[in-house]
């Protein structure tokens, strides 16, 4: 069941920057998208028409997605919670937008304002719009394996969101690990259920890399023919609305891990390593990826790094 070919999808322009406190210049945020999707990246989530008081980082949105030199085939997705999100989406000329919720109520208030079912009832015009533009619609699921206010998450929950996102129409949904607690066997027990009522061939794992437990859950994913997998270049990022949570796994290690599996990605590691440091130094901060560290350090001084 283990995939030959997976997709990468690389959040680090969104999820990444979104959580940074110092504004990222808007010509930084365009040079990164840019040179990810020159690496190899097929999907690159660029930014979010979400309200600017709630993230102020991604009030550059329209600008980013203005800027981009847009390479043919690439999909290029934006954060879109409501129709007012979506026109700007359309206006942007994303090729896909995302409506995000979450299988804990909790966190569906922290993050978005309200319950799961006002939730759904929100991106109900969303996804009609974009069906009828003819645009991408993506669903992710916050805290499928865990919630930083309400703890467990039963399995059954993450299903019935599934659900409700696949009524709606989405063509990807995402099994976010949002605070990054999941274990490789809880991994696969929620893949395996939601496995049953949508196509695994168009599930993905958006894996945040807390417990250090992401690269694992990868592995985990891949026993159950996950195809899709969600990533941050230099491992950056974190959640506004999950304390402690850190950024997403780092595209180095997931690149790194698939090229050891003899899993085909079509990104080029050498420009992605390149890409973690300019994006590192840009937000003046190390990167979180380990391959990339290790990788970079050999390049550069021709020998392993010291331990
Ligand atoms: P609200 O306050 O309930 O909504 O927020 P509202 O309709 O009352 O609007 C409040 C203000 O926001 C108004 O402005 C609106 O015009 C404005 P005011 O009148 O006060 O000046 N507004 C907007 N502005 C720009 N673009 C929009 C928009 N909508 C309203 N689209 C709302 C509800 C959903 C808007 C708010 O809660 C919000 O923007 N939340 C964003 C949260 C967010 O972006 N979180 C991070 C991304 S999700 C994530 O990281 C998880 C993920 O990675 C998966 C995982 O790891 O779990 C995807
Ligand atoms: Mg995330």
Excluded at 213 to 221: F, G, L, M, P, S
Aim: glycine share 10%; proline share 4%.
């Amino acid at each position: 069941m283990t995939p030959t070919k997976v997709k990468i999808v690389e959040v680090g322009p969104r999820d990444g920057l979104q959580n940074e406190k110092e504004f990222v210049a808007t010509e930084t945020k365009i040079e990164l998208v840019n040179r990810l999707s020159q690496a190899g990246l097929q999907n690159v989530e660029s930014a979010s028409f979400v309200s600017p008081k709630w993230v102020p980082q991604m009030a550059d949105g329209a600008a980013v997605m203005a800027g981009i030199a847009r390479r043919p085939g690439t999909i290029y997705s934006v954060l879109t919670p409501n129709m007012r999100g979506f026109e700007d989406a359309l206006e942007a000329k994303a090729d896909e937008v995302v409506i995000f919720g979450a299988a804990s109520e909790a966190f569906s208030q922290k993050n978005i304002n309200c319950s799961i079912a006002e939730s759904i009832a929100r991106f109900e015009p969303v996804a009609k719009a974009a069906k009828e533009a003819g645009v991408r619609l993506r669903g992710s699921i916050s805290c499928s394996l865990g919630c930083p206010y309400q703890g467990e998450v039963p399995v059954a929950s993450v299903v019935d969101v599934v659900e409700r996102m696949k009524a709606l129409g989405c063509d990807e949904i995402d099994i976010a690990d949002t605070i990054g607690v999941g274990t490789a066997k809880r991994t696969r027990e929620v893949l395996a259920a939601v496995s049953k009522v949508f196509p695994r061939e168009r599930l993905s794992g958006h894996f945040h890399d807390t417990y250090g437990q992401a690269v694992a859950n990868i592995y985990a994913a891949l026993q159950e023919g996950i195809e899709i997998y969600h990533a941050s270049v230099a491992g950056l990022g974190g959640c506004p609305y999950a304390k402690g949570a850190t950024g997403n796994v780092a595209t180095e290690d997931v690149v790194y891990l698939m090229n050891g599996l003899g899993i085909e990605t079509g990104i080029d590691l050498d420009q992605l390593i390149e890409i973690g440091d300019f994006i590192s130094r840009a937000i003046g901060k190390p990167s979180s990826s380990r391959a990339g560290r290790a990788l970079l350090a050999k390049k550069r001084d021709g020998a392993a790094p010291c331990v």
